[in-house]
């Protein structure tokens, strides 16, 4: 089991620009969470998938979108970029909506310039 | 507003010395506790969990309700322990999925 995978590792972009980040849950997972991680900071939870809706949502702006697909992997959407939003995004996977336990990927680190 | 505090950015102790990592919570409910660990060049990884009540790698936390605290100790660190550890909250109930994290203290047991 490879666990949670993420892709890309690493991301360039410039201001104003959209961008899309990718997660495929640990097996047997049925529920992803992004978090955004600013240098320095912990984890900020942006929102949590189930059921390929958005079961709970933390204080981003709609800049911030996500997906979920029928085998349960998740895409985290920015656009209108700005350079605030250069940091490492997170994903995490539990066996379940209500099971608090969650398992990391390595992240994406997204810088905007 | 639910806020995980974590006073100490950096904790350093010698090898064998107890270590004591402080979490301390805001809350009006009764969240779900746990303590993650990062080390170098490694994922973050569920390290302990309240409810759990257990002893892992020898660590134990114990959840304060009345001060609102949840912190990790260890009787004797070992340089193995060297890594940040971050204190998480997760809502329980209907907001279940939802999770706060402080901002991490970063352990440095020296020989």
């Known amino acids: 089991d490879a666990g949670v995978t993420q892709s890309p590792t690493h991301l360039i972009k410039t201001r104003g620009q959209q961008v899309t980040l990718r997660c495929s849950p640990k097996?047997?997972?049925?529920?992803v969470s992004w978090y955004q991680q600013a240098l320095g900071q912990g984890p900020q939870f942006i929102f949590q998938?189930?059921?390929?809706?958005?079961?709970q949502r933390g204080n981003f702006p709609d800049r911030f979108s996500g997906h979920q697909f029928p085998n349960y992997s998740s895409e985290l959407n920015v656009n209108a970029l700005l350079l605030g939003d250069s940091a490492l995004y997170l994903c995490?996977?539990?066996?379940?909506?209500?099971?608090?336990?969650?398992?990391f990927g390595a992240g994406t680190r997204l810088s905007v310039l | 507003a639910q806020r995980v505090t974590q006073p100490e950015k950096l904790l350093s102790v010698f090898k064998g010395a107890p270590v004591e990592l402080k979490c301390n919570y805001s809350?009006?409910?009764?969240?779900?506790l746990f303590w993650y660990v990062q080390y170098s060049r490694q994922r973050l990884q569920l390290l302990l969990r309240h409810i759990s009540r257990e002893s892992i790698k020898g660590f134990t936390a114990d959840l304060n309700k009345g001060e609102t605290s949840f912190h990790l100790k260890k009787p004797f660190a070992q340089e193995e322990d060297s890594a940040m550890y971050y204190c998480?909250?997760?809502?329980?109930?209907?907001?279940?999925?939802?999770?706060?994290f402080g901002d991490g203290t970063t352990l440095t047991v020296k020989p």
């Open positions: 097996s047997g997972h049925d529920t």
């Open positions: 995490a996977s539990s066996p379940g909506a209500g099971n608090n336990i969650q398992y």
């Open positions: 998480a909250l997760s809502f329980v109930g209907t907001n279940a999925g939802k999770s706060t």
């Open positions: 809350y009006s409910g009764s969240p779900e």
């Open positions: 998938y189930y059921e390929e809706e958005e079961r």
